[in-house]
């Protein structure tokens, strides 16, 4: 008999142990249906794709994606309305702000690498770019052949950051937390260009007090396509937020967000190739 109630102690020893672990497995879905709420990781610093504008509100194309698509998407799944709640993330913090639960989405310029995937999952993309250098106008760096000896800024956890140590181990490179600071290392004359994708360095170089002073040169020296993170093995929460996404690409209401940002008429003009478009059509599901 007191060797039954031992055991049955140990039994309920090990329940109590296992509790915060079973609770730590609910789902994202099951999370943002209890608090009504989907927190989504963003930049600040990042135009188009999520930054403060001149009226202090927090906008982007990667925004407006999730305000417009996926919103929509678990609002339908979970029959109730759903507000977006957004924290600054920067690549970093965005890995361990997923992990740690602080975010339920990052929706940002992250781009889908095999690397990456061992940590988290990615959504289907959503744009495509590439590296290229953002130099001072007349600077005689043209592209990723003609950095060695030259002082490269890149951001902290950055793929940018990665493929210059590989594919240029002779340029000095300096990783700064985040697009703004690496700017101002340019602009003080602390480095001689700055990497990023593409598309990134043309908003920064529209957002500059003087955008005549800069350009953005070199061949793309690698191809950045971007994707929503979400946590690993999370496979009912991802399935909602590319059901949204694929929803959006199929109506064109995706490509309407598009032309708001990179259309004509934006800011930023980024025209989509029919090539770009043809691969964001391909990855929809047929129904």
Same mark, same amino acid.
């Given at each position: 008999?007191?060797?039954s109630?031992?055991?049955?102690?140990?039994?309920a020893?090990? +329940?109590?142990?296992?509790?915060?672990?079973?609770?730590?497995?609910?789902?994202?879905?099951?999370?943002?249906?209890?608090?009504?709420?989907?927190?989504?990781?963003?930049?600040?610093?990042?135009? #188009?794709?999520?930054?403060?504008?001149?009226?202090?509100?927090?906008?982007?194309?990667?925004?407006?994606?999730?305000?417009?698509?996926?919103? #929509?998407?678990?609002?339908?799944?979970?029959?109730?309305?759903?507000?977006?709640?957004?924290?600054?993330?920067?690549?970093?913090?965005?890995?361990?702000?997923?992990?740690?639960? +602080?975010?339920?989405?990052? +929706?940002?310029?992250?781009?889908?690498?095999?690397?990456?995937?061992?940590?988290?999952?990615?959504?289907?993309?959503?744009?495509?770019t590439?590296?290229?250098?953002?130099?001072?106008?007349?600077?005689?760096?043209?592209g990723?052949?003609?950095?060695?000896?030259?002082?490269?800024?890149?951001?902290?956890?950055?793929?940018?950051?990665?493929?210059?140590?590989?594919?240029?181990?002779?340029?000095?490179?300096?990783?700064?937390?985040?697009?703004?600071?690496?700017?101002?290392?340019l602009?003080?004359?602390?480095?001689?260009?700055?990497?990023?994708?593409?598309?990134?360095?043309?908003?920064?170089?529209?957002?500059?007090?003087?955008?005549a002073?800069?350009?953005?040169?070199?061949?793309?020296?690698s191809?950045?396509?971007?994707?929503?993170?979400?946590?690993?093995?999370?496979?009912?929460?991802?399935?909602?937020?590319?059901?949204?996404?694929?929803?959006?690409?199929?109506?064109?209401?995706?490509?309407?967000?598009?032309?708001?940002?990179?259309?004509?008429?934006?800011?930023? #003009?980024?025209?989509?190739? #029919?090539?770009?478009?043809?691969?964001?059509?391909?990855?929809?599901v047929?129904?």
């Open positions: 008999m007191r060797r109630i031992g055991f049955v102690m140990v039994l020893l090990l +329940a109590v142990g296992f509790a915060p672990a079973l609770a730590q497995q609910k789902s994202t879905l099951d999370k943002i249906n209890e608090t009504g709420t989907l927190t989504i990781g963003t930049r600040t610093g990042s135009p #188009p794709f999520g930054y403060v504008n001149a009226k202090n509100e927090w906008v982007g194309f990667s925004i407006d994606l999730v305000d417009e698509l996926i919103r #929509p998407a678990l609002e339908k799944k979970l029959g109730k309305p759903i507000k977006v709640e957004k924290k600054e993330s920067t690549p970093p913090t965005r890995i361990p702000l997923l992990s740690s639960g +602080a975010v339920d989405l990052v +929706a940002e310029t992250m781009t889908d690498t095999r690397t990456r995937r061992d940590s988290v999952d990615f959504t289907l993309t959503y744009f495509v590439g590296a290229q250098f953002l130099v001072k106008k007349g600077s005689p760096i043209k990723i052949k003609n950095i060695d000896g030259k002082r490269v800024a890149a951001q902290q956890g950055s793929t940018n950051a990665r493929i210059i140590r590989e594919k240029a181990p002779k340029a000095i490179l300096r990783e700064f937390p985040d697009q703004p600071a690496a700017f101002q290392a602009a003080q004359g602390q480095v001689d260009a700055y990497t990023n994708d593409g598309i990134q360095l043309a908003g920064l170089k529209a957002k500059s007090p003087n955008p002073l800069w350009e953005i040169v070199g061949d793309f020296y191809y950045e396509p971007y994707g929503m993170a979400l946590r690993k093995g999370d496979t009912d929460f991802r399935n909602v937020v590319n059901a949204g996404l694929m929803d959006g690409i199929e109506s064109g209401k995706f490509f309407e967000i598009y032309e708001k940002w990179f259309g004509p008429k934006s800011e930023l #003009p980024y025209p989509m190739t #029919p090539q770009a478009r043809s691969f964001m059509l391909l990855q929809v047929p129904k």
